[in-house]
């Protein structure tokens, strides 16, 4: 709302002001408890600190009266017409995801502006440097503000074009809070429910449903049924070959496949359906043992067509190993430099293989590049197991 307010040319305002909100509620709500609204909260400590910087702006003066009449009313989705985008956040999505920018800096910028993802974050999940990253924030500033674009949801017949954007951005979303790129947590619930929210608001939507969103919203669920077991009791990160498969949410396996079989109508076979295809075989396996790597190494190669990523290639090579025996697996790993899964999966394969000096020089590396506590402490667990 601040950001369809304040305009495209002041969106970074907006992002300060959201930003500073947040962080006052994480100093002030630990203490003094959360209020009763938190939405309004936020949004009025956001809305005073835009207003703040307006007024030491000359040229923000007029912008800063209209804002002194905004403060937070009823849910706007009220009165909306089905082809409406209902969901304030899903809306504010396809706003950012704007046409005037490429679909990399629609998602850049999706990223930063609605899920205040910090440019490390951001860099992280799309596999860039963070001086890229930055760099296209003020490309997509830049453009936005030139372009003179209402930060405001696109009309229903306008949805269809962004979706693709909108949907990379809740995967990414879903992402950083099932593995966090950085810090003492490998799990932020919070990101999974919201993404997951977002993907099967996407899969009901009348413009939007379809299959592609539907293999979304499978994909997504089916792998957040598996978020209570990331994480053991110990604080120590568990492999799907450790999780205890009693634990995963077996309400959201179901969901899950039901989203799935909906995405199997049409011919499309897009990076999604194939994702989702993955988690369900996981899902539907009743003990790691008897999970049918083969099938899931199937199904990598024809996701490595579709996104010949780093990472999809690390992914295969690891259903390799698991399917053809741990010389095949280390065979077909990707030279990827820098990164703790790709030195981990080595060390894993190389000890498989009895070459445990090699394997523990390959686990010290993962441990050393890991990128949250609980992984660095699974590292270390496997180097003292060799």
């Known amino acids: 709302m601040l950001a369809r307010r304040l305009g495209a040319s002041r969106i970074a305002l907006a992002e300060d ?4 909100a947040l962080m006052q509620a994480l100093s002030s709500w630990p203490f003094r408890g959360v209020p009763d609204r938190p939405e309004a909260w936020l949004a009025v400590v956001a809305h005073n600190r835009a207003l703040d910087r307006l007024r030491h702006e000359q040229r923000g003066l007029l912008v800063a009266d209209e804002l002194l009449s905004m403060l937070p009313g009823p849910v706007e989705a009220e009165g909306r017409f089905d082809r409406e985008l209902n ?3 899903l809306a504010l999505l396809f706003a950012v995801c704007h046409p005037a920018l490429s679909p990399e800096l629609r998602v850049t910028f999706a990223l930063k502006a609605v899920c205040s993802f910090t440019v490390e974050q951001i860099s992280s999940g799309l596999l860039a440097e963070p001086a890229a990253i930055a760099q296209r924030l003020v490309r997509a500033r830049r453009r936005l503000g030139r372009a003179g674009v209402a930060i405001e949801a696109p009309p229903p017949e306008m949805l269809a074009e962004r979706a693709e954007s909108v949907r990379t951005a809740v995967f990414l979303m879903f992402n950083e809070g099932y593995s ?3 810090g003492d947590v490998l799990v932020q619930p919070e990101l999974c429910v919201e993404a997951v929210r977002l993907a099967c608001a996407l899969a009901r939507h009348p413009v939007t449903a379809g299959p592609t969103s539907h293999a979304l919203a499978a994909l997504l669920t089916l792998t957040a049924a598996r978020l209570p077991t990331r994480v053991g009791p110990d604080g120590v990160a568990q492999l799907l070959d450790h999780q205890p498969r009693e634990l995963w949410d077996r309400e959201l396996i179901a969901l899950g496949l039901a989203h799935l079989e909906r995405s199997a109508c049409g011919s499309d076979l897009t990076v999604w359906h194939l994702r989702a295809e993955i988690a369900a075989v996981h899902a539907l396996a009743e003990a790691a043992e008897v999970t049918d790597w083969a099938r899931i190494s199937v199904l990598y190669d024809r996701l490595a067509d579709l996104d010949p990523s780093p990472i999809v290639a690390l992914a295969r090579a690891v259903a390799i190993g698991r399917s053809d025996g741990p010389a095949a697996g280390l065979a077909a790993l990707p030279a990827v430099e820098g990164n703790p899964y790709g030195a981990a999966a080595r060390g894993l394969f190389l000890a498989e293989l009895g070459r445990r000096d ?15 506590l609980p992984e660095k402490r699974l590292m270390e667990r496997r180097l003292a197991g060799l």
């Not at 002001?17 to 500073?20: F, K, L, P, T």
């Not at 090699?358 to 949250?372: D, G, I, P, S, V």
């Open 17 to 20: 002001a959201v930003q500073h």
């Open 87 to 89: 969901d304030d956040e």
């Open 180 to 182: 966090a790129s950085s």
């Open 358 to 372: 090699e394997a523990r020089l390959q686990l010290e590396q993962a441990a050393r590049l890991a990128r949250t």
